[in-house]
Structures are given as C-alpha cells and as structure tokens.
C-alpha cells in the first residue's frame, strides 16, 4: 500500500512564498515520477510539476517561480512556490506514478489527500 501526505499548503499574500512537502510511504519510489497538480473550484485538474530520476518538469504557468525536488529514494517531493499570484489559489495534490514522466493526471496510481493553498490579492 503506497500512501502520500502533503503538507505546507496555507495562505499568503500574492507575491509571497510557500513550500509544500509530499511524505511518500509503503514503497520504495526510485523508479517513480512523483508530481504535483492542483484544482482551483469549478476548474478541472492540472499539472504543476514533476521530478523523475532524470529530470523535472513544469507547466508553463509555474515554470521560473516554482521548483520541485526530491524523490528518488528521499521518498519526499518538495513544491517550493515563489511569487504567487492569485490564480495559483487550488488544492494541490501530490502524485505517483510508475511510469515515464506524463503531464496525464489519469497516468497517476497514487495521491494524496491535498492542502489547500491560497493567494490573497
């Protein structure tokens, strides 16, 4: 059983910063793609990052203000997230899967339960 727990999310002023934390369990995740997404309400799900043993990976949207890291055998993935701006507000989730790097939520075996992060203007 593979279980996930995200922690971090909060509030913060636009322009300010967080950092999220995925703590992985159950399983050894050194041939896993760990990743982020997130789900503003009414919106679908969206792809945020992605870390694998090789390289990482960004939506437009974040790419220069968020960094992933981690994974491998930390069992842990970090979202560092600067310079947030409203829209960035969404439950973010964490992610496994055991496949190649995929922006395809579907691909994911495993989740999180989410934290909530929001960005006051």
């Known amino acids: 059983q593979v279980q996930l727990v995200e922690s971090g999310g909060g509030l913060v002023q636009a322009g300010g910063s967080l950092r999220l934390s995925c703590a992985a369990s159950?399983?050894?995740?050194?041939?896993?793609?760990m990743g982020w997404f997130r789900q503003a309400p009414g919106q679908e799900r969206e792809f945020v990052a992605a870390?694998?043993?090789?390289?990482?990976y960004y939506a437009d949207s974040v790419k220069g203000r968020f960094t992933i890291s981690g994974g491998n055998a930390k069992n842990t993935v970090n979202l560092q997230m600067n310079s947030l701006k409203p829209e960035d507000t969404a439950v973010y989730y964490c992610?496994?899967?055991?496949?190649?790097?995929?922006?395809?939520?579907?691909?994911?075996?495993?989740w999180g339960q989410g934290t909530q992060v929001t960005v006051s203007s």
């Open positions: 992610a496994a899967t055991r496949t190649i790097p995929t922006t395809n939520g579907d691909r994911y075996d495993y």
């Open positions: 159950g399983r050894t995740f050194i041939t896993y793609t």
């Open positions: 870390i694998s043993t090789r390289s990482t």
